[in-house]
């Protein structure tokens, strides 16, 4: 069987499926146990997942208050655009060229 030598162990070529992520673990880790490695990199993850979030949320917030103003004192930014989009589509109407006119 074709095989390497990887901690003490031969390893098939063609690695089972998990098998090879369990090797890139091997190797990340050095002297660390595969299931300490896993957690690390478990971990990493979340808190690579929890600053994406937390950018998200803080973008998302910049975006739903208009500039200048506080969080309390704010319109939602979304309530602007539908109050705009009404008032468009009331000038239409008035002008004659809605949806359905002739």
């Known amino acids: 069987m074709a095989g390497r030598r990887m901690a003490g162990r031969r390893m098939p070529v063609v690695a089972e499926e998990g098998e090879e992520e369990r090797r890139l673990l091997e ?8 299931e300490e490695a896993e957690q690390e990199t478990g971990e990493e993850m979340w ?3 929890e600053e994406e979030r937390e950018r998200e949320e803080a973008e998302q917030e910049s975006l739903w208050t208009e500039s200048g103003e506080s969080d309390s004192d704010a319109e939602p930014a979304w309530a602007v655009a539908v109050e705009v989009a009404k008032r468009r589509r009331a000038a239409r109407l008035r002008e004659g060229r809605g949806r359905h006119s002739v």
């Open 47 to 49: 808190e690579e997942e």
């Open 27 to 34: 190797e990340l880790a050095g002297s660390e146990s595969v």
